[in-house]
């Protein structure tokens, strides 16, 4: 299976808002609303930060969203903080036999 | 709260196995899936499979030929095992859980990971 397609990167200053793509395919974004997001930061365990699309984990804040159209899925910061800095990754189930396809990633800059 | 700690061998040559483990704190297997994924340098994520503690796994279509997950749920603990490894398999691997829960309805899965292990750098070079 393909890796979804994320944009290499994308910046922002202190306060803005940035929305990070995730393209996939009718046999998985399209088809499942089981879309998660993951930020990584060098050195550290990944943190989950959005599942089923658009649900936050406790103690995520609410400055990250995530949405869904049709096989782009979307995830928004509000209010960029320096602390956001890093990478995220998109994720979907897609299906019995492909199971788990990861995005190809993204940077996220705090300018 | 559950931790995944993440050990094995950080330098392999070509051919040789791979072979990390992963203990779970916190928690017992239960019914959730216990997951291994990798990230190459400068790429993204990677699933490579997942298993149960009944033993019942998935693996990545890509990789099932040379993967192996195995459990002890005496230990609880999980390992992964990746033959004939080439530069290719040079990535950071994590271990994650997949959550499932009993429910009066059945067992639902969950389509996420979380959490992870802290990641192990495998590197593969002659």
């Known amino acids: 299976q393909s890796a979804l397609t994320q944009p290499r990167s994308v910046s922002g200053s202190p306060g803005q808002s940035v929305t990070i793509s995730c393209t996939g395919t009718s046999s998985d974004v399209d088809n499942y609303n089981y879309v998660s997001w993951y930020q990584l930061h060098p050195g550290k365990a990944p943190k989950l930060i959005i599942y089923d699309v658009s649900k936050r984990p406790s103690g995520v804040p609410d400055r990250f969203s995530g949405s869904k159209s049709g096989n782009t899925a979307s995830l928004t910061i509000s209010g960029l903080q320096a602390e956001d800095e890093a990478d995220y990754n998109c994720c979907s189930y897609g299906g019995r036999y492909s199971f788990y396809v990861f995005g190809t990633g993204t940077t996220v800059t705090v300018l | 709260q559950v931790q995944l700690q993440q050990w094995g061998a950080g330098l392999l040559k070509p051919s040789e196995t791979l072979s990390l483990t992963c203990a779970v704190y916190?928690?017992?297997?239960?019914?959730?899936?216990w997951t291994w994924m990798r990230q190459p340098p400068g790429k993204g994520l990677e699933w490579i499979g997942e298993?149960?503690?009944?033993?019942?796994?998935n693996y990545n279509p890509s990789l099932k030929s040379r993967v192996t997950i195995s459990i002890d749920t005496s230990k609880n603990q999980f390992s992964l095992k990746l033959t004939s490894v080439t530069a290719a398999d040079t990535a950071v691997y994590y271990c994650?859980?997949?959550?499932?829960?009993?429910?009066?309805?059945?067992?639902?899965?969950?389509?996420?990971?979380?959490?992870w292990g802290q990641g192990t750098l495998v590197t593969v070079s002659s």
């Open positions: 994650a859980r997949r959550p499932r829960t009993l429910t009066p309805a059945g067992v639902v899965s969950g389509r996420w990971f979380d959490p």
């Open positions: 916190g928690e017992s297997f239960s019914y959730n899936y």
């Open positions: 298993i149960n503690q009944s033993g019942s796994t």
